[in-house]
């Protein structure tokens, strides 16, 4: 297990989360996106709307298993899961519970309509609008990147102030630049390194502007 990475408020593992999650106390909120299983990580042979060859393949050829989800369930008491639609079999039922679309603004393309992510906690369904185009606006580092002001919406969206959020599949680190721009603690898990890389950059990037913006409004 390798040595966390701290850059300001947030806390980074490379490594696998399955060994990270058990060391860690409980944190206040879970925000992740994990491996659908779908097989994003392919050549679409298309550079249109950012898809390009990404070095990496096969982190989402498996979903996680029902282990590695009981072990990111037990890590905080509210939790919002990124494409949750792909997990029904694996997640709890939440007959009363919250879910949350992100609506791409784009009808009938290859890729999907909408996102959902499921919510451990009970609420009216909410919806954001962010164009996929926008989205691209943020630098495309991931094959399934979500957009930054998409993972701000979904923090807010969370039953309670949340001071520490962990994202167990950390991805490019967008939810650590979202955490880091709402003035949050964070903990992200990425096991490939060079997505790790991607995700220790962003987060850089976002407390620099942080600090930049908080010394010149004192
Ligand atoms: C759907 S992507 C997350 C994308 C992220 N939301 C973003 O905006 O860049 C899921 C990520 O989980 C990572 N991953 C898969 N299994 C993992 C595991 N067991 N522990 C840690 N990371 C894992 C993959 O390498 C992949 O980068």
Known sequence: ???PVTIGRATLYN???RDILPTLGKVDAVVTDPPYGINAA??????QWGWKDYPQSGWDKERPDASCFAAVLAAARYQIIWGG?????RLPANH???WLIWDKGQEGFSLA?????????DGAIRRINYHRAKALQDGKEHPTQKAVEVMKWSI??????SATILDPFLGSGTTGVA???MGRDFVGVEADPVFFDIACRRIEDAQRQRDLFLESAA
Do not use: H, I
């Open 42 to 47: 392919r050549d679409r042979k298309s550079e």
């Open 85 to 89: 639609n792909y997990f029904t079999d």
């Open 96 to 98: 009363m519970g919250k």
């Open 1 to 3: 297990m390798s040595e």
């Open 113 to 121: 309509d909408a996102e959902l992510a499921w919510c451990n906690f």
């Open 15 to 17: 490594s696998d989360c």
């Open 156 to 161: 807010d969206q969370l039953p309670k102030p």
């Open 179 to 181: 955490a880091v721009q």
